[in-house]
């Protein structure tokens, strides 16, 4: 049976219900007939940033399109369980297979879920669940990190990335819950998702050198693989690297160009852990990114005040907004998502002959 969502609150000060009403309205104007959601109109699309849409539609009301959203996905799912980095329509414009892409659709169908309680939906769409998941943990090393991505003659590369892999660690755990609540348990992901999470808690050298990206920095913590000291310690040690005062985040942290989706991510991350403060002070900085018709400009350069790239506004700037604002509030039963409220425990599951001992101990 579907639950019937109320109409998100605002935020004091912050983010009236009506300003995230148009928001919501604006992703909903953005989607094309078949269920698709570009960055912009006539842009492309990817299955990770259409998934976030997805969720922003759900907790806003809109579930209707957030269902044609991951029908769009399930029609157009590869054989092997992938999707192509990047469509225009129903062409492909980038065939890349980017694994963090396929798994976040697990995420997406269990949020979906817990927002709605549409068993029945998350049932039909669990068989594209089940193959994306499979598909992406083909490419789990012997160390637990996964490749990135596959080229698009099919090589995969011989790397991981630790951004990638830590939205992959929460889109398995979803799954293992999306599983266990309609009775489909999955425990090799679990499995999987305990050595990956060790890789991603204990081994960062495992992974390549992204230091510089903001995502990088927040991303374990907004994912769960790092929580209580660990994410405080993190979160301490990069914030004068990657947070501009009185602007935001910046997406490099060579360069003061504050995004205001990484700005929106690192307020998830930072209730995660209940900086409340922080994360209230960082989202009240996203409002100069915000245009009347409730869409959001990616990034502002500083010192010269000049949006970057010029005047671009994006589907998932607007879709991380909008579950900002919804973990704050706590809203919606999924608004706790990220605070580990509704996922299972974490395996710490060292591989063999891992050189760090007992759990805890950090490379």
């Known amino acids: 049976?579907?639950?019937?969502?109320?109409?998100?609150?605002?935020?004091?000060?912050?983010?009236s219900a009506a300003e995230i009403e148009a928001t919501s309205l604006h992703l909903a104007q953005l989607q094309l007939p078949n269920g698709q959601i570009p960055w912009w109109p006539g842009g492309h699309c990817d299955a990770w940033n259409h998934v976030e849409a997805a969720m922003a539609l759900t907790v806003?009301?809109?579930?209707?399109?957030?269902?044609?959203?991951?029908?769009w996905l399930a029609d157009i799912q590869l054989g092997d369980g992938s999707w192509f980095n990047y469509y225009v329509g129903t062409s492909v414009k980038d065939s890349r297979l980017d694994t963090n892409v396929c798994a976040y659709i697990a995420a997406g169908l269990y949020h979906y879920v817990l927002v709605t309680n549409d068993e029945e939906f998350a049932t039909a769409m669990f068989p594209a669940v089940e193959r994306a998941l499979e598909f992406v943990l083909r490419w789990q090393l012997p160390d637990?990190?996964?490749?990135?991505?596959?080229?698009?003659?099919?090589?995969?590369?011989g790397y991981a990335l630790l951004t990638g892999s830590s939205s992959i660690f929460h889109s398995l755990r979803c799954g293992v819950a999306l599983a266990e609540r309609?009775?489909?348990?999955?425990?090799?992901?679990?499995?999987?998702?305990?050595?990956?999470?060790?890789?991603?808690?204990?081994?960062r050298g495992a992974f390549a050198p992204k230091n510089e990206f903001a995502m990088d920095w927040y991303y374990p913590i907004l994912a769960g693989a790092l929580t209580h000291d660990a994410a405080i310690a993190r979160l301490e040690e990069g914030w004068e690297r990657h947070v501009m005062p009185g602007h935001g985040v910046r997406c490099v942290s060579t360069n003061d160009w504050v995004t205001a989706a990484e700005t929106a991510e690192c307020?998830?991350?930072?209730?995660?852990?209940g900086w409340n403060d922080q994360a209230m002070e960082l989202m009240t900085l996203t409002r100069r990114h915000r245009r009347d018709d409730g869409s959001y400009f990616t990034g502002i350069a500083y010192p010269e005040h000049v949006t970057f790239p010029d005047r671009e506004t994006t589907s998932y700037t607007a879709g991380a907004i909008i579950l900002a604002a919804d973990a704050l509030v706590s809203f919606s039963p999924a608004a706790g998502l990220f605070r580990e409220e509704t996922l299972p425990a974490v395996l710490d599951l060292a591989e063999p002959g891992c050189p760090l001992g007992l759990p805890g101990e950090c490379a």
């Not at 637990?144 to 590369?157: F, K, M, V």
């Not at 499995?191 to 990956?196: C, E, I, Q």
């Open 267 to 273: 307020v998830i991350a930072l209730d995660a852990v």
């Open 144 to 157: 637990g990190t996964i490749r990135w991505s596959l080229d698009s003659t099919g090589r995969p590369e």
């Open 60 to 71: 806003t009301n809109r579930v209707a399109e957030a269902r044609a959203a991951y029908q």
């Open 1 to 15: 049976m579907t639950m019937r969502i109320s109409t998100m609150p605002g935020i004091p000060d912050v983010l």
């Open 182 to 203: 309609l009775g489909m348990a999955r425990p090799s992901w679990e499995l999987a998702a305990g050595r990956l999470g060790h890789a991603i808690a204990h081994h």
